[in-house]
């Protein structure tokens, strides 16, 4: 639906509520702003869920780490005591230790007998690294969580962390006695159940009936498998302007009749403007592909390129996607010019494509794509007969943006994989989905964001996710490309890793295609490498 048809039923619904009048009026506005304000309210109680919980975690990876480092006689007299000391610094842990491949007790403080009690599952081939668990024994709805370090002969490090560090009082008197909260660990594993509702004797409770009644506020943390899920009954978050609503009533509704109206007008008005404009720049071919190269950090060779959109103005500047995508994507454009720019690519890449049917060439798509399958048809119509081969094309999935039927997404991925077309999730860790997505999408490739790979090599915990996330990739069988790449420091600390594809300023900027046509033919003739360049470089400035 275009953005004038939606400004067009926007108008049609503030005629209806102006003629309900200035009560309702004035009942509305104080309304929404009780829920505007529980939401701040419960969003920064969310918020302080999830940092706390990747603090915890994060403080317990850390002393595993350390411990692993120095692990041989992990159990001996000198090293139970140096357990005990992290136990005595640090109260947020309640027990420490060491377990067998079969999970069970091999020495923990405090005290427990040798094989007294299976602490962990058993070991098998699929265990990662570093595990997070939910235990059954919890404090006032809070559970204890256990975080296990793999060690080389397959004992695992683990840290109980304990429920009192969770404890979280950050709610006003009036939404604390009506809020549930639901902390999970993965999709079935519960950290917090703690249920203020069922508190009956007070006497402002109100009895959660259904999920209309209630403002739901989920956070999801960007480094682990952890989301929290903060439910409030609405009609307690009224109790906030219970006493307002009659008095202001009158006082709101000539003001916001006159503020509604002119709203109305103005928003018309650019609208249809902003409207006209974007369409004109569509049918016109303004936005146009740039290509960011793919670069094998080993060996230097061009791998493919990824498609980044640009619009081209008529004063001759260059707009980011930042400047438009938004409104692209909410307008409903989005899927016309990712027609056309598909359409482009085949055009400026055909023949380097099939020439070269090695390269990969990678198209971003956003969370509409996935509703519904027309991205497939057009997918076929494009590239099917085209010189660039279906089994040379990757789809990028962000994580920025949640998927609204992950099912229907996934049977999307599944025909995508079925033609040979690869699906990356594209800003891995920085949004919605995180594992989940890994688990029930079945993608191809993951991208490593430039936000974990800005720090490398200055900052531990940041390094200690892409490990992780490399060693999930590698676990899962899954291709693996480092984005935003801007030092040699970062493609050795890569390379260390493992880690051969990547992209980033310091090899390309994003080019448009007479550049990349040039850059590729240099790097493919031998002309150019450019990690070499950048190694030069940099035994130049020592």
């Known amino acids: 639906m275009s953005r004038r048809y939606t400004l067009f039923l926007k108008a049609v619904c503030i005629s209806l509520v102006l003629a309900l009048g200035p009560l309702v009026t004035a009942n509305y506005v104080l309304e929404n702003y009780a829920y505007e304000?529980?939401?701040?309210?419960?969003?920064?109680?969310?918020?302080n869920y999830i940092s706390k919980s990747e603090a915890l975690i994060n403080e317990a990876v850390t002393v595993l780490k350390h411990f692993e480092n120095n692990s041989s006689n992990i159990c001996s007299i000198k090293k139970r005591s140096q357990l005990a000391e992290v136990l005595r610094n640090n109260p947020q842990f309640s027990m420490i230790g060491v377990v067998d491949q079969f999970g069970s007790n091999v020495c923990s403080l405090p005290f427990m007998s040798i094989g007294e009690q299976t602490l962990l599952p058993k070991l098998d081939r699929d265990t990662p690294k570093v595990n997070i668990g939910i235990l059954e024994r919890h404090v006032d709805g809070i559970h204890y969580a256990i975080v296990s370090w793999r060690l080389s002969n397959n004992w695992r490090l683990f840290i109980e962390i304990n429920p009192m560090a969770l404890q979280i009082e950050s709610l006003a008197g009036y939404l604390a006695r009506n809020t549930k909260v639901s902390m999970m660990l993965g999709t079935e594993s519960y950290w917090v159940t703690q249920d203020s509702m069922k508190s009956r004797k007070h006497p402002d409770y109100l009895q959660l009936i259904n999920d209309k009644d209630t403002l739901n506020i989920t956070r999801n943390s960007n480094q682990y498998p952890v989301s929290v899920i903060l439910r409030t009954n609405r009609n307690a978050i009224l109790i906030l302007v219970r006493g307002l609503k009659a008095k202001t009533a009158m006082a709101c509704a000539v003001g916001a009749l006159a503020l509604i109206i002119i709203g109305f007008v103005f928003a018309w008005r650019s609208g249809r403007g902003a409207e006209d404009d974007f369409v004109k720049a569509i049918t016109n071919d303004e936005f146009i592909p740039y290509y960011q190269p793919v670069i094998d950090i080993d060996s230097g060779k061009l791998i493919g390129c990824e498609v980044l959109m640009r619009w081209y103005q008529g004063d001759g500047s260059i707009k980011a996607p930042g400047y438009f995508m938004t409104y692209a994507e909410s307008s409903g454009h989005i899927f016309e010019m990712t027609r056309r720019i598909m359409r482009q690519t085949v055009i400026d890449l055909g023949e380097l494509y099939e020439r070269n049917p090695n390269l990969k060439i990678s198209i971003n798509l956003f969370a509409g794509h996935f509703k519904d399958k027309r991205i497939i048809k057009d997918v076929?119509?494009?590239?099917?007969?085209?010189?660039?081969?279906?089994?040379?094309?990757?789809v990028e999935v962000t994580e920025r943006q949640p998927l609204e039927d992950i099912e229907q997404a996934r049977r999307v991925i599944g025909e995508f994989q079925s033609l040979g077309v690869r699906v990356a999730l594209d800003d891995v860790g920085t949004g919605h989905g995180g594992l989940a997505y890994l688990q029930k999408l079945g993608m191809d490739i993951l991208?490593?964001?430039?936000?974990?790979?800005?720090?490398?090599?200055?900052?531990?915990?940041?390094?200690t996710i892409v490990d992780i996330i490399v060693e999930l990739g590698d676990n899962l069988g899954m291709g693996i490309i480092a984005e935003g790449v801007e030092s040699y420091s970062q493609i050795k600390y890569l390379r260390d890793l493992g880690v051969t594809a990547a992209q980033g300023f310091i090899l390309s900027k994003p080019l448009p295609i007479e550049n990349f046509l040039k850059f590729a033919s240099d790097v493919n003739s031998g002309r150019l490498n450019p990690v070499k360049k950048i190694e030069e470089r940099a035994r130049a400035s020592l």
Do not use: C, H, V
Request: aromatic share 4%; proline share 5%.
């Open 37 to 47: 304000r529980a939401a701040e309210e419960l969003d920064g109680a969310a918020t």
């Open 380 to 394: 076929k119509r494009i590239y099917g007969e085209s010189p660039i081969s279906l089994d040379q094309l990757i």
């Open 447 to 463: 991208k490593i964001d430039k936000m974990f790979i800005d720090p490398m090599g200055s900052a531990e915990n940041t390094a």
